[in-house]
């Protein structure tokens, strides 16, 4: 409740007065910018067709019909047509590699939380579970593993509140060196004769051209722990010692987070962590895993907004969105855009190099967004429309991961002039035009019946009376017909079976067919690797302007005793942290409790520019990068290159 009944919420529509950015703006009535808004985006549609409207669409609002991303989506199809994004900026490497891998059965090749219960070692690579959750079952599962005696390993750069609380076993890895570790495993495991072959002749191709690679018989080295132990900052008899507890432990769990994909070359660190699960004969059991995204698996069935896309769609990746706005055609992006309508997402914030973005939202003739608070995004926006909170609509909840259904209900009504984005757009929609097509002529409440008349609950009272819909099976195992017979349940792929080395993969994109260790640039002048994890305080970016949030959080730079030393600074210092994509200054905390070599932001803060455009909040997306990962143009967020002086 405390961000609805927040001093600083919006509850009246906001007109642009002052420059974009400068967070001066005037109320105004809703029949004002509603009018705004339809002659902006008819005009930017006369003038330049509907493909120069980007759709800036986010998940920051979830359910069955008040999910942002397909409500923008459903609006922008019907107005027209618009320039969508593709990916994500959560999982996009992830996302992109693992259909090589599984085909379409990418997306049934999680598990659920409950299928912890039976594991003997639970492996969290890069995955701060206790912190960032990746489904809410998931801490209870973890915490319960760990009172029966399982073997929760944590690999993790620093003692994260996971370590802390469930770790039997803490590997600190060099971040961005995953990859290295795996291979180094993976050696242990193919040359001590600790993989089991039959599991990856009979489940797998590609893995006899991954062991050549593994243990140098390509022309590469050998990746032995010796080899990876520099790399990772690991002890060759600890990476060693790690490998065979692993292949001893039935069945074993890898828990990939999705730190390891947001570096450089991220896109092969969930090729082995498949590789890893199925040379150990983990692949696919109950208490095993897949090595995949964990929350890929089908949610009950419930109805949905239905959305009818225009035929091709101009696309871009999510990654490249500023780059889009400020090159259009001219530097190789499908459109040249002139509106954007932002829902969902505190982008300007949120997405990777805060100045491009900023400099993106400049350039366009229209913005709009709507929005709960005045964030960073509604600042560069021209009309920003008071939306509604979570507390404040009924809904259908689709969880991030689990077999169930939640039964959302109105709690509070919006305050002041606040209304859902459903409501605003069919206002919209109705000034455009359609908006009977839009709405088809219900309400909120009216969709929402629908959707649960449509799905699979068979008591649609008790749905509403009890808020939950657990579906029969809670213990699901990705792709487990597979992995119990996989001559009788093949994978969509050209094989049938899981593909480790993939020369499709190496045709589409240029890189090798099997997965590598590829080491990340590194510039002398930039030595420190900045990570940027979640605060437990936030989801993202909300909650970042609430006080009491502010006060629990207490952000600081994060650095070692060692390197704070080596710069001649001090607990408490006020510090300037800069790469060439910006500048922050920074109350400095020291924490021995990491590796040395690297600091940590956590990411979500709103920036606060200065004259000389420094941020003097903290902001981490100040210093990464539109460039990406190769070949998906995913986001990296984290081991970027950075330097800290007093300052």
Known sequence: MEAHNAPDRLLHPLVRVGPRGSGQFRRASWDEALDQIAAALTQVRSQHGPQAVLSLASAGCTGALHGTHGLLTRFLHLFGGCTELTSNYS????????????GDAWRQSGFDAATLQVSQMIILWGANVLETRQGTEVPMRLMEAKERGAQIVVIDPRRSDTVAQAATWWLPCRPGSDAALMLAVLHVLFSENLADRAFMQAHAVGMDALERHVLGLDGGPARTPEWAAPLCGLPAEE?????????????????????????????????????????????????????????????????????????????????????????????????????????????????????????????????????????????????????????????????????????????????????????????????????????????????????????????????RRTGIYLAPNQERTGLAEFSANPQRHPLPT?????????????????????????????????????????????????????????????????????????????????????NPNGAARLRLRLNAEMISGIVVLPEGIWFELDENGEDLAGSANLFTSTQGTAPAAACIMHAVGVEVAAG
């Not at 999982?91 to 599984?102: I, M, Q, R, T």
């Not at 650095?559 to 510090?575: F, I, N, Q, S, T």
Request: hydrophobic fraction near 40%.
């Open 91 to 102: 999982n996009g490497a992830a996302s992109f590699v693992l259909p090589y891998l599984y």
């Open 239 to 463: 990476i060693a010692r790690f490998a065979r507890a692993y292949a001893a432990a039935k069945p074993a769990a890898l828990f990939p987070g999705y730190s390891i994909q947001r570096v450089f070359a991220g896109e092969d660190t969930y090729r082995l962590t498949a590789a890893l699960q199925i040379a150990t004969a983990n692949f696919g059991v109950l208490g095993g895993s897949t090595g995949s995204i964990n929350s890929r698996l089908p949610a009950p069935r419930v109805g949905s907004l239905p959305i009818q896309r225009r035929p091709h769609t101009p696309s871009l990746p999510i990654l490249r969105w500023p780059d889009a706005v400020l090159q259009g055609r001219s530097g190789g992006y499908p459109s040249d855009l002139h509106a954007i309508y932002a829902l969902g997402g505190n982008f300007v914030n949120q997405g990777a190099d805060v100045h491009k973005n900023c400099a993106a939202f400049a350039a366009v003739d229209f913005a709009v967004t709507h929005e709960m608070f005045l964030t960073p995004t509604a600042r560069w926006c021209d009309v920003v429309l008071p939306a509604a909170g979570p507390l404040e609509k009924e809904d259908i909840g689709i969880p991030w991961l689990g077999n169930y259904l939640l039964y959302k209900s109105q709690i509070v009504p919006p305050p002041g002039e606040v209304r859902t984005d459903y409501d605003i757009f069919c206002a919209l929609a109705e000034r455009l035009g359609f908006g009977s097509e839009f709405s088809q002529g219900r309400s909120a409440a009216e969709w929402v019946e629908l959707f649960i008349q449509e799905s699979e609950i068979p008591d649609p009272q008790d749905f």
């Open 494 to 578: 050209p094989s049938g079976k899981v593909e480790i080395a993939s020369p499709r993969y190496a045709a589409d994109t240029g890189f090798p067919a099997v997965p590598t260790y590829q080491p990340p640039p590194a510039d002398p002048r930039f030595p420190l690797l900045l990570l940027t994890p979640k605060s437990r305080y936030r989801t993202h970016s909300q909650g970042s302007n609430l006080p009491a949030v502010r006060q629990r959080a207490d952000d600081a730079l994060e650095m070692h005793p060692a390197d704070a030393a080596a710069r001649g600074l001090r607990e408490g210092d006020r510090v300037r942290l800069f």
